[in-house]
């Protein structure tokens, strides 16, 4: 058993850095490339782990290379795992370009055999999920696999953080089995149709998500921090910066992965949410996803800098 169950795809991350996009048809020189670790579950346990988390991984992989990278990443941050093998796919892999100058990146994940994880194997790792005392899960793998161990997670009594990502068309039912829901500012405007690109707007779309069933909404606002709103209080935390921005990738997964943490630790929400943030600043003055999650003694040392 863990503390901290994860949900989610493990994929190859394959970096390219260049000036801008390529237009249909069209050919770009790139300025650099990185093979490293990714997905978005895979992401979030590493960065639990790294930030003091007991944590277990719940994914299918391939029999491939990229599956052997999987388990070094994980073995390397102390990650556990339970994991199906299915050697009739292939491990995830994504796409990442990478803006020279920015850090800014457009991706395009193909979640492989993690992209065929069933109901049924959900249920075969109930007693796990069950037995969490967090529960994060979210939208690259099957969305009726998300929903199922969702339920199974509420039911053992476990905290739920659903990350809504990549953005789709969520029910009532499953909106009601998360005690957190953490989008990003197009997420939520996805989930909710209402635009936010203001503080104000933030908070309007984090109401329509808890008219839907939502507990708590901890909304990730890039440079300008995160909010949480409940149905009693609503609170801005700024930004954690730790230095220049050099590659957004997997923020948002490492801020999930250090909420679940404090969490865990029985921080205040709003303490959790700001434990959430210094993870993620860290992580954006270092290239790559996983790799880029801070371990703990950094966290603290930045949050005790004020």
């Given at each position: 058993?863990?503390?901290?169950?994860?949900?989610?795809?493990?994929?190859?991350?394959?970096?390219?850095?260049?000036?801008?996009?390529?237009?249909l048809g069209e050919t770009v020189l790139g300025s650099g490339f990185v093979l490293g670790p990714g997905g978005k579950g895979s992401n979030q346990a590493v960065a639990?782990?790294?930030?003091?988390?007991?944590?277990?991984?719940?994914?299918?992989?391939?029999?491939?290379?990229?599956?052997?990278?999987?388990?070094?990443?994980?073995?390397?941050?102390?990650?556990?795992?339970?994991?199906?093998?299915?050697?009739?796919?292939?491990?995830?892999?994504?796409?990442?370009?990478?803006?020279?100058?920015?850090?800014?990146?457009?991706?395009?994940?193909?979640?492989?055999?993690?992209?065929?994880?069933?109901?049924?194997?959900?249920?075969?790792?109930?007693?796990?999920?069950?037995?969490?005392?967090?529960?994060?899960?979210?939208?690259?793998?099957?969305?009726?696999?998300?929903?199922?161990?969702?339920?199974?997670?509420?039911?053992?009594?476990?905290?739920?953080?659903?990350?809504?990502?990549?953005?789709?068309?969520?029910?009532?039912?499953?909106?009601?089995?998360?005690?957190?829901?953490?989008?990003?500012?197009?997420?939520?405007?996805?989930?909710?149709?209402?635009?936010?690109?203001?503080?104000?707007?933030?908070?309007?779309?984090?109401?329509?998500?808890?008219?839907?069933?939502?507990?708590?909404?901890?909304?990730?606002?890039g440079a300008k921090g995160a909010l949480y709103r409940d149905r009693t209080r609503s609170v801005h935390v700024p930004a954690v910066t730790a230095g220049p921005v050099?590659?957004?990738?997997?923020?948002?997964?490492?801020?999930?992965?250090?909420?679940?943490?404090?969490?865990?630790?029985?921080?205040?929400?709003?303490?959790?949410?700001?434990?959430?943030?210094?993870?993620?600043?860290?992580?954006?003055?270092?290239?790559?996803?996983?790799?880029?999650?801070?371990?703990?003694?950094?966290?603290?040392?930045?949050?005790?800098?004020?």
């Amino acid at each position: 058993m863990s503390d901290i169950v994860v949900l989610g795809i493990f994929n190859a991350d394959t970096a390219y850095h260049a000036d801008r996009m390529p237009r249909l048809g069209e050919t770009v020189l790139g300025s650099g490339f990185v093979l490293g670790p990714g997905g978005k579950g895979s992401n979030q346990a590493v960065a639990a782990a790294k930030a003091g988390g007991d944590v277990t991984i719940v994914t299918r992989l391939g029999a491939d290379a990229f599956a052997d990278l999987g388990r070094a990443t994980w073995a390397e941050a102390g990650v556990k795992s339970a994991v199906t093998v299915d050697a009739e796919s292939h491990t995830g892999a994504a796409f990442i370009f990478l803006q020279n100058g920015t850090g800014e990146n457009a991706i395009i994940v193909s979640p492989g055999a993690a992209g065929r994880i069933d109901v049924a194997e959900i249920d075969s790792r109930a007693a796990l999920i069950g037995g969490a005392k967090v529960f994060i899960t979210q939208l690259e793998q099957p969305i009726p696999a998300a929903h199922r161990a969702l339920q199974i997670a509420r039911a053992g009594g476990a905290r739920t953080i659903l990350n809504p990502a990549p953005a789709a068309a969520l029910d009532d039912a499953m909106l009601a089995l998360c005690d957190y829901i953490t989008p990003n500012e197009s997420e939520a405007e996805g989930l909710t149709g209402l635009p936010v690109t203001t503080l104000a707007e933030a908070e309007a779309a984090a109401d329509a998500l808890m008219a839907r069933g939502v507990g708590a909404v901890v909304m990730t606002l890039g440079a300008k921090g995160a909010l949480y709103r409940d149905r009693t209080r609503s609170v801005h935390v700024p930004a954690v910066t730790a230095g220049p921005v050099v590659d957004t990738t997997g923020a948002g997964d490492a801020f999930n992965g250090g909420f679940a943490v404090a969490l865990t630790e029985g921080r205040d929400v709003v303490e959790a949410v700001r434990f959430g943030c210094a993870t993620a600043g860290i992580s954006v003055t270092r290239p790559g996803a996983a790799t880029a999650s801070p371990r703990r003694a950094e966290i603290e040392a930045l949050l005790a800098r004020g």
